[in-house]
Nanobody, 120 residues
Framework: QVQLVESGGGLVQPGGSLRLSCAAS????????MGWYRQAPGKQRELVAS???????NYAESVKGRFTISRENAKNTVYLQMNSLKPEDTAVYYC??????????????WGQGTQVTVSS
């Protein structure tokens, strides 16, 4: 069973920056894709950014050029550097990782969520 511990959320003014971290532990298998999702009140959860264990990245159009996802494979940790934050980035941000356990169909796990609020 994989455990995810997220940190780094908080309150920031528009134009500010935050860095989220998510550390995965407890897996006997390689961690595959790692990603960040977010869910604003009244909206569906959406993908913000993801990164493969080879380093290929994918971003939502709304965050391209402002957010950067990265990972440290040795630490099974994924980061989300968020710059030029806007009020519409306000949401609960969730980490998601895929465990490369083919026998169990590559299960994925969610973090507990961390609140990001962008407001003046």
């Amino acid at each position: 069973q994989v455990q995810l511990v997220e940190s780094g959320g908080g309150l920031v003014q528009p134009g500010g920056s935050l860095r989220l971290s998510c550390a995965a532990s407890g897996s006997r298998f390689t961690i595959g894709d790692m990603g960040w999702y977010r869910q604003a009140p009244g909206k569906q959860r959406e993908l913000v950014a993801s990164v493969t264990n080879g380093g290929a990245t994918n971003y939502a159009e709304s965050v391209k050029g402002r957010f950067t996802i990265s990972r440290e494979n040795a630490k099974n940790t994924v980061y989300l550097q968020m710059n030029s934050l806007k009020p519409e980035d306000t949401a609960v941000y969730y980490c998601n990782v895929v465990e490369l356990d083919a026998w169990r169909g590559w299960p994925n796990y969610w973090g507990q969520g961390t609140q990001v609020t962008v407001s003046s």
